[in-house]
């Protein structure tokens, strides 16, 4: 039986991730030169695994960034996966709503309530949810068994949230800097059967040293493993934190900067 690797990536910085505002599907933000830099330095000094075709969600900052990770791959969208519609909240920040009525409610209901004009959390995982199975249905069907898929911060935590295994309650847990996700696991009877893909790893990984380089330039090699990007995260996949969920790391949950 075919087993697919599918490499979930969220994508580059943009100018409304580093001011810390909420930057949804309305908002078709580009990258701006700080995530172009950063994601260029990630795909310099690490290891992107190669693949046989790239999926984006259909937004500006997905497809810069499958051009910068993955340029010798054509990219195919993958309609659906375009983050949560923040309504009137969009482009404002969590310190700008704070005490107002609206986002209050938005945030004790767990985001349920929806603000005016935004999109309901219940038809944004519906419309997040359609829009993975049709790129796993391609994969399947095209026999493609390894992919990249590059999505928003706020579709990749809800996506693993769902359907990752092992389970994790608060999507938070999910969360990566950009330029960075994880690897997921299929095979059709486990997703056929329980609709489920295990979460194996972290990406990028390590680069493989070449062994004619070591000799007299030891020191530098040792060097560049301990010189990682600040924003970059441990492989393993388990993780612990606090499951309170304040403004900010709400708003980091749906794509705002970290």
Same mark, same amino acid.
């Given at each position: 039986? !075919?087993?697919?690797? !599918? ?9 409304? #991730? ?18 172009? $830099? =950063? ?6 000094? @690490?290891?992107?695994?190669? *693949? &046989?075709? %790239? ?11 499958? $051009?910068?990770?993955?340029? #010798?791959?054509? +990219? ?9 519609? @923040?309504? *009137?909240?969009?482009?404002? /920040?969590? &310190? ?7 986002? *209050? ?6 985001? &349920? ?6 999109? /309901?959390?219940?038809? @944004?995982?519906?419309? %997040? ?5 049709? %790129? %796993? ?20 935590? #809800? !996506? ?6 092992? &389970? ?32 194996? /790893? ?5 680069? =493989? ?14 060097? @560049? ?14 993780? +612990? ?6 403004? =900010? ?10």
């Amino acid at each position: 039986m !075919l087993t697919y690797r !599918l490499f979930i990536i969220r994508h580059g910085l943009t100018s409304g #991730n580093l001011e810390g505002r909420y930057i949804g599907r309305k908002s078709d933000l580009p990258l701006c030169g700080e995530g172009k $830099e =950063e994601l260029q330095k990630l795909a310099e000094q @690490f290891e992107y695994p190669d *693949v &046989k075709k %790239v999926y984006s969600a259909p937004m500006k900052r997905c497809f810069e960034t499958a $051009e910068i990770l993955y340029p #010798n791959r054509l +990219t195919q969208p993958a309609p659906g996966l375009e983050e949560y519609d @923040f309504g *009137v909240f969009e482009g404002h /920040s969590p &310190k700008e709503l704070a005490g107002t009525e609206m986002f *209050v409610r938005w945030y004790e209901s767990g985001m &349920k309530a929806a603000p005016e004009k935004a999109e /309901s959390i219940t038809d @944004f995982a519906q419309r %997040v949810a359609d829009g993975f199975r049709a %790129v %796993v249905e391609d994969m399947m069907r095209e026999k493609i068994t390894t992919a990249a898929l590059i999505v928003p911060g706020g579709v990749l935590m #809800n !996506l693993l949230s769902v359907f990752g295994y092992p &389970k994790r309650e608060n999507p938070m847990l999910w969360d990566a800097p950009a330029g960075t996700g994880y690897t997921a696991l299929l095979n059709a009877q486990l997703w056929q059967r329980d609709g489920v893909f295990e979460v194996y /790893s972290r990406i990028p990984m390590e680069r =493989e040293p070449d062994l004619n380089d070591w000799g007299e330039d030891v020191e530098d090699d040792e060097e @560049f493993f301990q010189n990682l990007p600040k924003n970059y995260m441990a492989l393993d996949v388990e993780q +612990t934190g606090d499951n309170t969920e304040t403004p =900010e790391t709400m708003a980091r949950r749906m794509d705002s900067s970290q």
